[in-house]
């Protein structure tokens, strides 16, 4: 496999971690691919809930 697909498989391994919200794999926790990917799904969750919560409270309001 070359570095480039073994980065990406990082990377996406990371990304769904922290989509999750599982914590940091401790076998990987010194890939900086994985870490990157882990941060990106964490940042992506919390917009998702964020942006959920926001609805809720401008649905409540339009009532």
């Known amino acids: 496999m070359d570095s480039a697909d073994s980065a990406l498989r990082d990377y996406e391994s990371g990304r769904a971690d922290g989509l999750a919200g599982r914590g940091k794999d401790e076998?990987?926790?010194d890939n900086p691919d994985y870490l990157v990917g882990l941060v990106d799904g964490?940042?992506?969750?919390f917009e998702e809930n964020l942006l959920a919560a926001i609805r809720r409270a401008l649905d409540g309001k339009n009532r």
């Open 42 to 45: 964490q940042v992506s969750a």
């Open 27 to 29: 076998t990987l926790a």
